[in-house]
């Protein structure tokens, strides 16, 4: 294959030109380490290398003005903004911020393009003026001052540009503009130099004339680069721009177009892969790389074109380790790098005007892999401490000297990460310095294993200098959220450099970086619509119909521009893999570029299309988790059965046993973690331990409803003992936390009230037991080991003279969870009975104690249907039966003990292992 820049040198080495003396201007950099290594290739002797320059280069040469970034541009308009801004209340550098970056790429456009900024500024202000026309002459505030604005375009722009002529810098449309007025005398000043200008195809105004202008003077000389298909071809966008120079440009009235190629009908090898998600079309470019490195074991002259910039660390990541040969034009984001989201972090929280921190912000940024490490101590961690002290004291939101107290040890660093910023710009900056130097402090403890991560604290480091220069020159940085704009504006501005082989191997670039630059073998990622081309999108206060009339470009030129740089990078290459992501974006649709669509109907090329998907096998499918009860497990369960199983434990089992394997036998815990709103367990343990307080003092007595009328004022105080004896320092006074609070309390009142109601309608209530505990041993003979339960009853009473053991249940229950029709289902189905299951239980132990004497009723009150009262146990024959029988007679706990029984041999038996269940 022979490249467009060998097709170049190899047509000045024939015209004999002295290629020591010239200057070759390409669109960009990268493209001039391949121009010099094609060169010397080319050459028979040794020369001086000639100039080699991008067109930026080269127009910052001609214009005298250095080039400033976007951000110091941004500064510098404010202080012209300020400059120029009389009336009172200016916009703050934040609220300026977010228009004036919009104004500043309409400037530069403007200047680029060499429209009369008299003309245009004056027209947008009247198209203005129309809009707001009125018969009635009494404007409001909000119209004169939008008019005003649209007015005082012109004067900013004016003064903007003056200032930053005198200071010798310039944004790029201002650098173009006095390039252009100074061309005539560069070409004076170097009458013998010859400029050869390679592979351009949209040019603003402003390049146009100055490459003319070396034309007309016979210094230079420029390449086309475009292919006879799409030039001969009047609709086809990739030719466009070429098309129109040839059109308008003088000089190719009398001179020939420098060249149409005819690479683009050759046979090629076009596969067209659809892919869903970017990681899928990461692995894909991945397993395209290991077939290709596999065939020819070389990716000499092989290319992945990235769509998005997002996909270098996923495409990267899925590079085969053997390929060693790489280099990557494009840098990785800053803002893609594990640091950025501490910086992240540290902003969120300090935004907030707040001396106390959400716990979550504080695990986040304790537990972030560059801090973590500073919070060692010795052997131990001490963030697993402060978290452990965070969920055990329920601290929703923590101060400094809190946190300080939880770990004094590492006072400097929590001073750094949550001392104050006073919405202090200055003092943000002086503490992320700070924090930098600590952790480059540490990370050079171990540098070799660190330096990676030095160099992104390296890239930080340069960022804040950066930011600490601005703030100190300009004094604009008046907040954190002033300040925080900015970070972000150079963060997504700034990239980590890769080092490489810069002309062996695979290459890897964007899409801009591939110009001039020609492969056999290409891979394009993200050809969606949207980003291949990126569509409709109009950032500009320029309307659409002045734009076309002062021949900005739209939204159809840049359409245009990447329609070029696709087809040029298909034209020369045989083979070619084209890579969309089939999965539907609510901002990008899923959907394929029409430049795949162009491709089919031209009918050149037969394209292979294909859908990716993930090889899944069935085994992937998730599987019963099956533990087998081997001695140690037994013994385990030995243990515990002599210790007692409790109802709560038999019935965990009836729900999972995977639940009882972990929970008993391992003993396994659940995670306590912080409960930002009161969860329903704790309300339910709220509930009892307050009527415990209420009613154990009567253990014994019979009730009057004058004293359960004494207990009401009582409420509020034991209610909120409770909540801070279990919620701990979690924060009971607003929102949610504050609505359960309130609901306990109702719950209790609401009893209350129903047992006073009940007591004056003549019942007699006497307590008996309150957190009644009760344990009995059961006789299993198939067992050659102890067995007990044990339970603990929240009430024992007698009403009317019939005893009654009640268990409350915070939560609803009906009648229907507390009926049992069939025995064997009591051991079977958990969420229709295990409430019936548990006062069983405790029912069986009480009789096992003490045998009853006198009629029993089991049962539960629900505090979310206090109405139903007390809601019985009881058997019925069938659905259909009205006759239920609620006391609970000898041959009741024998039924279950039956069913008990066979629960506790099948806990026991070695052959029947641990199963989990599937739970919906």
Known sequence: MITFIQEALLDLKKRQIDISNIKLILPSKRAGVFLKHQLANLLDQPIFSPDILSIEEFVEELSELKAISNTELLFEFYETYLQVHTEKNPDSFDAFSKWAQILLQDFNEIDRYLIPQEQIFDYLSAIKELNHWSVDTNQTDFVKNYLVFWKKLKIYYTQLTENLVKKKKGFQGLIYREAVASIQNYINSNPNKHYVFLGFNALNKAEETIIQKLLQNNNADIYWDIDAVFYDNKNHDASLFIRQHKKNWNFFESNPLNWIADNYKTPKDISVIGVPKNVGQAKCIGNILNKLHAENNTLNNTAVVLGEETLLLPVLNSIPESIKALNITMGLPLKSIPL?????????????????????????????????????????????????????????????????????????????????????????????????????????????????????????????????????????????????????????????????????????????????????????????????????????????????????????????????????????????????????????????????????????????????????????????????????????IKTYAAKGFSPSALTSYIRNPIDFYFQKVLKIKEHDDVEETVAANTLGTIIHNTLEDFYKPFEGQQLTWEQINEMKPKIDATVTHHFKSLYKEGDITKGKNLIVFEIAKRYISNFLNLEIADLKDGNTIEIIAIELNNTAEISIPELDFPIRITGKVDRVDKRNGITRIIDYKSGKVDSSKVQVIDWSDLTMDYDKYSKSFQVLTYAYLMHANKPFTEPVEAGIISFKNLSAGFINFAKKDSVYDRNKNVVITNDILQAYEMELKKLILEICDPKIDFIEKKIS
């Open 340 to 636: 950025a989201t501490l910086f992240e972090q540290l902003f969120y929280i300090h935004k907030k005007d707040t001396g106390a921190y959400y716990f979550k912000d504080v695990i986040k940024l304790l537990s972030h892999q560059f801090i973590s490490p500073l919070l060692q101590s010795g052997s131990t961690n001490d963030v697993q401490k402060v978290i452990q002290t965070i969920e055990s004291n329920n601290l929703i939101y923590l101060s400094l000297p809190r946190l300080i107290e939880l770990a004094p040890q590492h006072k400097t660093l929590l001073e750094l990460l949550f001392g104050n910023w006073n919405n202090h710009a200055t003092k943000a900056l002086n503490h992320g310095q700070a924090l930098i130097l600590k952790i480059k402090t540490h990370l050079e403890e171990n540098k070799s294993q660190n330096l990676l991560a030095l160099e992104h604290l390296f890239k930080f480091n340069s960022l804040f200098n950066e930011l600490t220069l601005l703030d100190s020159n300009f004094k604009h940085l008046k907040d954190i959220n002033s300040l925080f704009s900015v970070y972000k504006e150079l963060l997504s501005s700034e990239t980590l450099d890769f080092k490489g082989e810069p002309l062996e191997g695979l290459q890897i670039m964007g899409m801009l970086e591939s110009r001039v630059l020609d492969f056999e073998t290409v891979i394009i990622s993200s050809v969606n619509e949207g980003v291949l081309p990126s569509g409709k999108s109009n950032n500009s206060f320029i309307p659409f119909d002045v734009k076309l009339e002062n021949k900005l470009p739209t939204y159809k030129e840049k359409d245009a521009v990447y329609t070029y740089h696709f087809y040029r990078l298909l034209q020369r290459a045989k083979r070619i893999f084209i890579i969309y992501n089939t999965e539907i974006d609510a901002l990008k649709g899923g959907e394929k570029s029409r430049f795949i669509t162009q491709l089919e109907l031209e009918g050149i090329h037969k394209i292979k299309h294909s859908i990716a998907v993930p090889d899944i096998s069935m085994e992937a499918h998730h599987q019963e988790t099956v533990i087998a009860k081997n001695e140690d497990v037994l013994n385990q």
